[in-house]
C-alpha cells in the first residue's frame, strides 16, 4: 500500500500544480491549451540546468559526502529555474493573447507543437541524441529521500507512515503540495486574486474600477506558465529519471481535464488529480504494484493486456469529462480579448 500511494502521489503532483497553472491562466480571461508544450519546455531547461551544473562539478563534493541539504538546494534551483524558463515560454501566448488579441487556442496549440520540435531540435544539436539525461548518476541517486537520509538505518522500520512519506520520496512533491496550498489561498482570499478573478469574469467592470486588465491577464499567463514549467521538471525528474526528450506522456492535457472536471476550483483540483494520478500509477506500475502487500502482484496476473492498462488514464478522462462537462462553468469572459471600447 505504502508503494501505491507514493507511485500515486508522483503522477498526482504534477497534475495537480499544472491543472493549477490553468487556472491562473483561465480565471484571469485566458485559455491556456499551451500546457503541454510549457511542461516540455520546463523539463527541457531543468534536466539542462541539472547536466550543465553536473558537468561544471559544482555540487559533485556535496554528492560524493553525501550532503543531501546542498543536493535539494540544487533540485530547488532547477524547479525554479524550470519555472522561470516556463514563464518567459509562455509569455508568447500572453503576448498573442493579450496584446495582439488573437485566437487563444491557436495560439496554444502553436506552442505545444513547437516546443517539442524545439526541444528535440535542441538536444540533437547538444548531444546528438533524442534523450537529452543528466551528465552523471540518476535522479534517484541524486535527488531522492531515503531513511538514510535522516540518520535511520537501512533496514529500520519507520512504520506505515514513515515509510510511506519519509522513505524514497522527492521533496519537489511536498515543495508542489505547499506550493499548490500557497496559490489556492492568494487565488481566492487576497486583492491579487479577487482582481484576477473578476478579470475573467467581466474585464469591463473591473476596468472601470481601476484594474489594469492587461496587466492581470499577463500575470495570469506568467504565474501559469511558471507552475507549468515547473510541473514539467518534476515530471521529468520523478517519472522520466531527470530526462527530457519532448514528451511528458500527455500530463498537459491530462491537466486540462482535471481542472474542467475540478470545475476551476483548487480542492475539487486535487480530487480529481488524485483519481487521475492513482489509474496513471496503475497504468505505469501495474506489474510491480503489490496491493496487499503479499508478494501476489495480481494485476499482472490477471492476464490483461498491458495495453489496456496504458489506455486506463486516458479512458477514464474520456469518460469523466462525458459526465461532467456539462455542469462546467468556466470563466465567463474566458478567451475574449478584452477591448477598452466594449461595454
Known amino acids: 500500500m505504502s508503494f501505491l500511494i507514493q507511485q500515486t502521489l508522483l503522477f498526482m503532483v504534477p497534475l495537480m500544480i499544472v491543472a493549477l497553472a490553468g487556472v491562473f491562466a483561465e480565471r484571469s480571461g485566458v485559455i491556456n491549451l499551451a500546457l503541454e508544450g510549457i511542461m516540455i519546455f520546463g523539463a527541457f531547461t531543468g534536466v539542462l540546468f541539472v547536466r550543465t551544473v553536473q558537468e561544471i562539478g559544482l555540487f559533485e563534493s556535496a554528492y560524493l559526502n553525501g550532503n543531501w541539504g546542498a543536493l535539494q538546494l540544487f533540485e530547488i534551483l532547477a524547479m525554479l529555474v524550470a519555472g522561470i524558463m516556463g514563464s518567459v515560454f509562455s509569455l508568447l501566448l500572453a503576448f498573442a493573447a493579450v496584446s495582439l488579441k488573437a485566437d487563444q487556442t491557436i495560439g496554444g496549440t502553436a506552442l505545444n507543437m513547437l516546443a517539442p520540435a524545439l526541444v528535440l531540435f535542441l538536444v540533437r544539436i547538444m548531444v546528438n541524441q533524442n534523450t537529452l539525461m543528466m551528465f552523471k548518476g540518476d535522479s534517484a541517486g541524486w535527488f531522492m529521500l531515503k531513511k538514510t537520509t535522516f540518520g ?43 482582481r484576477l478573478r473578476s478579470c475573467g469574469e467581466n474585464p469591463q467592470a473591473s476596468a472601470s474600477l481601476g484594474i489594469n486588465v492587461y496587466k492581470m491577464r499577463y500575470s495570469g499567463v506568467i504565474i501559469s506558465g511558471f507552475l507549468a514549467g515547473m510541473g514539467g521538471f518534476v515530471y521529468a525528474l520523478t517519472s522520466s529519471n531527470c530526462s527530457a526528450n519532448g514528451d511528458v506522456a500527455g500530463f498537459g492535457f491530462l491537466a486540462l481535464a482535471v481542472m474542467i472536471f475540478g470545475n476551476w476550483k483548487p480542492l475539487n483540483i486535487a480530487g480529481g488529480a488524485l483519481l487521475f494520478g492513482l489509474f496513471k500509477c496503475i497504468a505505469a506500475c501495474y506489474s510491480t504494484l503489490d496491493i496487499n502487500g503479499d508478494g501476489i502482484f495480481w494485476l499482472k496476473e490477471v492476464g490483461i493486456s498491458s495495453n489496456v492498462y496504458r489506455l486506463l488514464p486516458y479512458v477514464i478522462t474520456l469518460l469523466v469529462l462525458t459526465f461532467t462537462s456539462k455542469k462546467s462553468r468556466a470563466p465567463k469572459a474566458e478567451g475574449i480579448p478584452y477591448d477598452k471600447g466594449t461595454r
Open 152 to 194: 535511520f538505518d537501512k533496514d529500520a522500520d519507520l512504520g506505515f507512515f514513515g515509510n510511506t512519506f519519509l522513505n524514497k520520496v522527492y521533496l519537489a512533491t511536498y515543495i508542489c503540495l505547499l506550493i499548490y496550498i500557497i496559490l489556492s489561498i492568494i487565488l481566492y482570499f487576497t486583492k491579487f486574486g479577487l
